[in-house]
């Protein structure tokens, strides 16, 4: 009896494996077809090259919009964004974004996708950090620039201008920031950790900022940001 339970767990255990298999093979065929449609191959976008939204493109391309299987091609082309440490801790993954010569930060899991700023459409009597609505993949999203809303002078949107697709409890809002740096692990180290020094446009919607190889980053709240109570109320 010993012998045929461990029979069935050996073909249980083949099963999955053999299924994960398949399905790691026809994720790399659709991220293969979806590079040679990006115009390049994988060969010539390596993890020093790759950005997070080059990165975003590509799945899409592929039909690929999840943030965890992005995570997956991540890895997969050499980007080294595993999600854990060297000591098998989970760390999470930041999208890392510039804002009033800042460097701000969003969880990756909150970030549905960085786009390229194209055709937005105005709503008449709504506040100036309200830009309008954009059509994006069949849904409407409402498009809100982030220097404005944080009561920052507004610039023009530049070709460096990325909007970020935020996600919170079924709540989505995209915001206009001033560009995206990387996608990298940052460990949320309480010790390490400043609830103090944020700067006052981003206090409210912040859980603090956290030094990285020199740089002070500052750890926006997507639940605060999202569901503040001026975000819903846009109208002039």
């Given at each position: 009896m010993k012998d045929r339970h461990k029979a069935k767990n050996g073909d249980a255990e083949a099963s999955s494996d053999s299924s994960e298999m398949r399905v790691r093979a026809t994720t790399t065929e659709?991220?293969?077809?979806?590079?040679?449609?990006?115009?390049?191959?994988?060969?010539?976008?390596?993890?020093?090259?790759?950005?997070?939204?080059v990165l975003t493109q590509i799945a899409h391309r592929a039909g690929i919009t999840s943030t965890a299987q992005i995570s997956e091609l991540a890895r997969m082309m050499g980007m080294n964004l595993g999600m854990s440490d060297s000591g098998g801790i989970s760390v999470p993954q930041h999208i890392i974004f510039a804002?009033?010569?800042?460097?701000?930060?969003?969880?990756?899991?909150?970030?549905?996708?960085?786009?390229?700023?194209?055709?937005?459409?105005?709503?008449?009597?709504t506040l100036s950090w309200v830009l309008g609505i954009i059509h994006l993949r069949g849904s409407i999203l409402s498009v809100v620039d982030l220097r404005g809303f944080l009561g920052l002078p507004s610039q023009p949107i530049s070709?460096?201008?990325?909007?970020?697709?935020?996600?919170?409890?079924?709540?989505?809002?995209?915001?206009?920031?001033?560009?995206?740096?990387?996608?990298?692990?940052?460990?949320?180290?309480q010790k390490k950790l400043?609830?103090?020094?944020?700067?006052?446009?981003?206090?409210?919607?912040?859980?603090?900022?956290?030094?990285?190889?020199?740089?002070?980053?500052i750890m926006f709240d997507p639940e605060r940001l999202l569901f503040a109570e001026r975000m819903h109320r846009y109208h002039a």
């Amino acid at each position: 009896m010993k012998d045929r339970h461990k029979a069935k767990n050996g073909d249980a255990e083949a099963s999955s494996d053999s299924s994960e298999m398949r399905v790691r093979a026809t994720t790399t065929e659709a991220l293969q077809k979806a590079l040679r449609s990006f115009g390049g191959g994988q060969d010539s976008l390596t993890g020093e090259t790759l950005t997070p939204e080059v990165l975003t493109q590509i799945a899409h391309r592929a039909g690929i919009t999840s943030t965890a299987q992005i995570s997956e091609l991540a890895r997969m082309m050499g980007m080294n964004l595993g999600m854990s440490d060297s000591g098998g801790i989970s760390v999470p993954q930041h999208i890392i974004f510039a804002l009033n010569e800042s460097e701000c930060t969003f969880p990756s899991g909150s970030v549905q996708s960085i786009e390229r700023i194209t055709d937005v459409s105005t709503v008449p009597n709504t506040l100036s950090w309200v830009l309008g609505i954009i059509h994006l993949r069949g849904s409407i999203l409402s498009v809100v620039d982030l220097r404005g809303f944080l009561g920052l002078p507004s610039q023009p949107i530049s070709p460096r201008s990325r909007l970020l697709v935020v996600t919170n409890r079924e709540m989505t809002i995209g915001l206009v920031v001033d560009g995206v740096t990387e996608m990298r692990q940052l460990e949320l180290d309480q010790k390490k950790l400043s609830s103090t020094s944020a700067p006052g446009w981003a206090a409210p919607y912040a859980i603090g900022t956290i030094n990285v190889d020199g740089r002070a980053i500052i750890m926006f709240d997507p639940e605060r940001l999202l569901f503040a109570e001026r975000m819903h109320r846009y109208h002039a």
